[in-house]
């Protein structure tokens, strides 16, 4: 089944405003993850990454928290743009790189 | 730096008729992936090569064959496309397990 899966599937926000999004995985011995930014007709890019012994890691505006005590980690992102508007997704790439379904940020001015 | 290229962008195929989607990466990267995206569903994993010489199967392989040519190169072959196989196809590469993977552009394929 599906190691790793997203909360929501869509998120709207202003602009301006602070973006939360949330991911799940199962497998407690996950070690690696990371965030990908899809943007309409294009490949998902690589935004940021986290190691399990790690529990926060900053970007440029984009924050990766991980909570191994409840298999959750979360990426946010400050003062939210348009440009951000975009599905993101969490992976664990293990043996393969698995994705979870995706979250639709859509963000208005 | 190309990274991962794709080709082609575009194909439309009628049922039955068999195609091979190309990818290649300049990268020396050694684990190669092919994944189908769908609306609400995600990027799904149909096959990947962790290495030159091998293939494995992943979520949703059926349909589908794989070769791993050599270390750049790494096709995806439909023998007998169906109208189920319309999709976005996204080949995806990285050096090793754990570390960031770099996708092409996509192909969108529609099967008649």
């Known amino acids: 089944g599906e190691s790793v899966g997203l909360h929501l599937p869509t998120l709207s926000v202003q602009e301006g405003d602070n973006s939360i999004i949330n991911c799940a995985y199962s497998?407690?011995?996950?070690?690696?993850f990371i965030w990908y930014k899809q943007e309409s007709g294009k490949g998902p890019q690589f935004i940021i990454d986290i190691r399990s012994n790690m529990d926060k890691r900053q970007g440029q505006r984009v924050t990766v928290l991980l909570n191994k005590t409840v298999k959750h980690l979360s990426l946010q992102i400050a003062a939210t743009q348009p440009g951000d508007s975009a599905v993101y997704f969490c992976a664990e790439p293990r043996t393969a790189l698995i994705f979870g379904k995706g979250t639709t940020l859509s963000v208005s001015s | 730096n190309a990274g991962v290229t794709q080709t082609p962008k575009f194909q439309v195929l009628k049922t039955g008729q068999s195609m091979t989607l190309q990818c290649a990466q300049d990268?020396?990267?050694?684990?190669m992936y092919w994944y189908r995206q769908d609306p609400g569903m995600g990027l799904r994993l149909i096959y990947y090569?962790?290495?030159?010489?091998?293939?494995d199967k992943g979520e949703v392989p059926n349909g589908y064959n794989v070769s791993r040519l050599n270390k750049r190169e790494f096709s995806l072959r439909l023998e007998s496309a169906a109208p189920s196989q319309t999709s976005v196809y996204f080949c995806?590469?990285?050096?090793?397990?754990?570390?960031?993977?770099?996708f092409g552009q996509g192909t969108r394929l529609t099967v008649v």
């Open positions: 990268m020396n990267h050694n684990s």
């Open positions: 995806a590469s990285q050096t090793e397990p754990n570390t960031e993977a770099f």
């Open positions: 497998n407690s011995a996950s070690d690696y």
């Open positions: 090569s962790a290495s030159e010489g091998t293939t």
